[in-house]
């Protein structure tokens, strides 16, 4: 099976484990390909939805994989018994609805030894919330696809609340430290969004960012010179 970038992007990150869950399944693509690849010995692929769990049945079936991969449909990871997958992927959904599944089974979520995250949007409650609630970045990659650019986070609980800079949490360190490849397009674009709400309305956090924003840029092109 051919994942698009962004799945790539995703998968690429899941290490070999026992069991893997993917919260939002949509139609079981990285569950099959995960397991395919030998890199996950059983899935259990999960979504909130009928339509889903439906589409998702059908793929497996057809990839032959009925006897590896479970299909269930639940919230978040109502279905996911206590220590019954040891990695655990979340993309493809609001940031708040993210946040709101780590709230509603934390000490599940707590046990998961590796969790590969990409939200669709409030990146920076995200970034905060794990950093408040004991939760350690390992790694994070920019993906672009479609025209638009996507994050991937790599996360582990360690029981220890970070303090971060606030930029942070609108960058995550991680895409910093690694120089990563798309950071400098990245940024370009959302100077060129933030520039455009600015003209139009004043916004005292859009001022700061746009900002910090530039800063940035100006230094990654000084450390590439």
Not at 19 to 46: E, Q, W
Not at 82 to 99: F, K, P, R, S, W
Not at 124 to 151: H, I, P, Q, S, W
Request: charged letters at 30%; a positive charge; one cysteine or more.
């Amino acid at each position: 099976m051919r994942l698009s970038n962004r799945l790539k992007c995703i998968a690429d990150e899941v290490t070999p484990c026992r069991c893997v869950c993917d919260i939002g399944t949509d139609h079981a693509h990285i569950p099959i390909y995960l397991v395919k690849k030998n890199i996950a010995r059983r899935a259990i692929a999960s979504d909130i939805k009928k339509g889903p769990c439906e589409a998702a049945k059908n793929n497996v079936i057809s990839a032959g994989l009925s006897d590896k991969i479970e299909i269930r449909m639940g919230n978040g990871f109502e279905k996911i018994g206590q220590n019954e997958c040891d990695t655990a992927i979340i993309a493809g959904l609001g940031g708040n609805i993210t946040i709101s599944i780590f709230d509603a089974d934390s000490e599940k979520v707590k046990n998961i030894n590796r969790i590969i995250l990409q939200p669709q949007n409030a990146h920076e409650r995200v970034r905060k919330y794990l950093a408040e609630n004991g939760f350690e970045t390992e790694n994070e990659k920019l993906v672009f696809e479609d025209g638009k650019f996507y994050t991937v986070m790599v996360i582990h609980y360690s029981g220890k609340p970070l303090k971060t800079d606030r930029l942070n949490y609108y960058i995550g360190q991680k895409l910093i430290e690694n120089k990563d490849v798309l950071l400098e397009k990245f940024l370009d674009k959302e100077i060129t969004r933030l520039e455009r709400i600015l003209a139009k309305t004043e916004n005292e956090e859009y001022s700061w960012l746009l900002k910090e924003y530039a800063k940035l840029k100006e230094r990654i092109l000084w450390e590439t010179k």
